[in-house]
């Protein structure tokens, strides 16, 4: 840990992805008692959270551009397996952990960290959450996640649905709170600007199939002729290679090689919020980065001309008053949001006519349950919903993934280690990346493909 005075609080984030790193960095700044990282950053440098940064081994451990990207920054920051997570956290004191990873990895780090800490009087207080949208296995999803001491959800429709499936199992929904998307922010919207800007924010698994991402691409390229005086803007989420919170098998990039593209089309990467800077009309799928343009205020569309549809996510979006198809968009068409649609999502919430509050104070709730957490003299042991008698047939599995037992503790030759990898076990990791990033982007859709004939 780095040095700071003794009243800062210290915070540890595990994430697996580029998503998940700033959703739980950008959430351990905003939940966190005391002054923000924010402010540090204005004011006293040490005044802020001291933060150490984990990243779980994967398939998607973001990349040096990535996390450039992201635009967060820590005080230390490593990749650690599951078991090395485990045994800093044994050795090493925190006030707070931010679990940012998928629901099984929440659980079983929940398992891990509970073992780890049996018998302690005073242990770290457990956060965890969704990136964005929670659109898909719900159930699953909230269950993975429960045993964490704030179980945080984005809106207040999220929070009364995360209420509902915990307590329908007999489980407790006291952990679940209300709070906000961390990265919103930034200036509203003002008025268009010149040229006027299109963008469409891509998503790296919604859709899935060739056919649909090329017909979107098509569109996007048809918009961009039908309105030669606009710029229109195409925003990747990841280079060829890299590899996100979801796998991307056929990148924009490469379906636009084969497109001739009108000289007021642009391909671009970097921060969302910097691009919001300069949009005058959102387009998307289902991305979070609606929400993000929504609460600026930003014209923004939810396409249906894939269909509104549970796999694709728009369907989240039904009452919003921003689903359109690109017909409409291209003769015109402006979409008006739904402002209590929209304050139910936690977004802009301060301009709303339901006076729900402002997102400023989005995060008090869970900074006050924290700060009571911390200054109580013991914590009761993690308890999740699942259990080895309560789901004997799905628990292990989970765990085993993780290459930990039924109880917690590692497994025997879980890999863990007490330095650095060698140059060897780093070529070997290297290659094997590689090899797996290969078979997403290139085998999969050729054997996809040859499944279609």
Not at 57 to 72: D, M, S, Y
Not at 297 to 310: A, H, M, S, Y
Not at 336 to 361: F, I, K, L, N
Not at 409 to 436: C, F, H, M, N
């Amino acid at each position: 840990m780095p040095p700071r005075t003794r009243n800062t609080p210290r915070i540890a984030v595990l994430a697996d992805s580029d998503t998940r790193w700033k959703w739980g960095a950008l959430t351990a700044d905003r939940i966190t008692p005391g002054p923000s990282m924010e402010a540090a950053s204005r004011d006293d440098a040490q005044a802020g959270p001291a933060l150490s940064g984990f990243l779980l081994r994967g398939r998607a451990t973001p990349t040096p551009r990535q996390l450039e990207e992201v635009g967060v920054r820590a005080d230390s920051l490593r990749e650690v397996t599951a078991v090395e997570f485990l045994r800093a956290m044994a050795e090493e004191e925190y006030d707070v952990v931010v679990i940012a990873l998928v629901g099984g990895g929440v659980q079983a780090m929940l398992h891990g960290l509970g073992r780890v800490w049996e018998g302690r009087e005073k242990r770290p207080v457990i956060v965890t959450g969704y990136v964005g949208v929670v659109y898909e296995k719900l159930a699953d999803g909230l269950l993975l996640r429960h045993g964490a001491d704030l179980v945080l959800a984005n809106s207040r429709q999220d929070a009364e649905r995360f209420r509902a499936v915990y307590e329908g199992v007999g489980a407790d929904a006291s952990s679940v709170t209300e709070v906000a998307l961390p990265f919103l922010g930034g200036a509203p919207y003002t008025g268009e600007h010149d040229p006027y800007t299109v963008v469409f924010a891509a998503q790296p698994s919604v859709p899935d199939s060739r056919k649909d991402r090329t017909y979107l691409l098509d569109r996007l390229v048809r918009h961009a002729r039908t309105h030669p005086d606009r710029e229109v803007v195409l925003k990747l989420r990841s280079k060829p290679g890299e590899h996100t919170t979801h796998l991307e098998e056929l990148p924009y990039q490469k379906l636009a090689q084969r497109t001739g593209l009108p000289p007021n089309f642009r391909l671009v990467y970097g921060h969302m919020g910097e691009v919001l800077d300069r949009t005058d009309l959102l387009v998307t799928v289902s991305s979070t980065a609606a929400l993000e343009s929504l609460h600026r205020r930003i014209p923004t569309v939810v396409l249906t001309d894939l269909g509104v549809r549970e796999v694709l996510g728009n369907h989240h979006f039904v009452g919003s008053g921003c689903l359109a198809s690109w017909d409409q968009l291209d003769a015109g068409h402006r979409p008006a949001p739904d402002e209590e649609w929209v304050a139910r999502q936690g977004v802009a919430a301060a301009d709303s006519p339901s006076g729900a509050g402002s997102y400023a104070h989005a995060f008090d709730a869970a900074r006050e349950r924290i700060a009571k957490l911390l200054a109580a003299p013991e914590l009761p042991p993690l308890t999740p919903y699942y259990t080895p008698a309560t789901a004997p047939g799905y628990l292990p599995g989970i765990l085993a993934r993780h290459h930990l037992g039924p109880d917690g503790s590692p497994l025997p030759g879980a890999p863990a280690a007490d330095k650095e990898p060698g140059p060897v076990r780093q070529i070997v990791r290297r290659a094997a990346r590689g090899a797996y990033r290969h078979g997403v982007q290139r085998v999969a859709p050729v054997i996809r493909r040859m499944g279609e004939l």
